[in-house]
């Protein structure tokens, strides 16, 4: 049996990558149809899955106080 890389992407389903960046289901939906939220990857039909690293990094390219929130002086 063939395991997955440690360096194999972590997708997420829309519900999970909803809850990930912490918002409702159909507002990722409307991102999507608008082009204006995360990269996705369209499996098939209306299959459409997240990378969790990608999803991280287009959260922290939209952090508006980043050091402050950090506790950074």
């Not at 960046?21 to 209306?46: E, K, Y």
Request: aromatic fraction near 8%; proline fraction near 4%.
């Amino acid at each position: 049996m063939n395991r997955p890389s440690l360096d194999a992407p972590e997708y997420l389903s829309s519900r999970e990558t909803a809850a990930f960046i912490g918002i409702n289901i159909r507002t990722l939906a409307g991102w999507r149809l608008r082009r204006v939220g995360p990269s996705f990857v369209r499996v098939s039909g209306n299959v459409v899955r997240y990378d969790r690293a990608v999803l991280q990094r287009w959260l922290d390219a939209r952090c508006v106080a980043c050091d402050e929130m950090r506790g950074a002086a």
